[in-house]
């Protein structure tokens, strides 16, 4: 069984920086897809950013040099560096993994919360 397990997340003042990381676990097959989501309270979970396993990357507009995602193929694992970050990045965000183009895994979710 393919686990998630997520660390990093906390408060933070706005400008501040986290990082937010996730290791998997489970599993022999390549994970294709590692990335993170976020879900604000009152709103629908949004993709934050991706990062596939020959390193091509995907970021939602709002997080645009702001944040930068990377990943560890040897270890499955994956990071989300955030800086500058803003009140509207408050959210539960989840560690999101596919496995053979199909197969969905995701973390418990982990609060970030920026303020001041």
């Known amino acids: 069984q393919v686990q998630l397990v997520e660390s990093g997340g906390g408060l933070v003042q706005p400008g501040g920086s986290l990082r937010l990381s996730c290791a998997a676990s489970?599993?022999?097959?390549?994970?294709?897809?590692m990335g993170w989501y976020r879900q604000a309270p009152g709103k629908e979970r949004e993709l934050v950013a991706r990062i596939t396993n020959t390193g091509n990357t995907d970021y939602t507009d709002s997080v645009k040099g702001r944040f930068t995602i990377s990943r560890d193929n040897a270890k499955n694992a994956v990071t989300l560096q955030m800086n500058s970050l803003k009140p509207e990045d408050t959210a539960v965000y989840y560690c999101?993994?596919?496995?053979?183009?199909?197969?969905?895994?995701w973390g418990q979710g982990i609060q970030v919360t920026v303020s001041s």
């Open positions: 489970g599993t022999t097959f390549t994970i294709n897809v």
């Open positions: 999101h993994v596919r496995i053979r183009y199909q197969s969905d895994y």
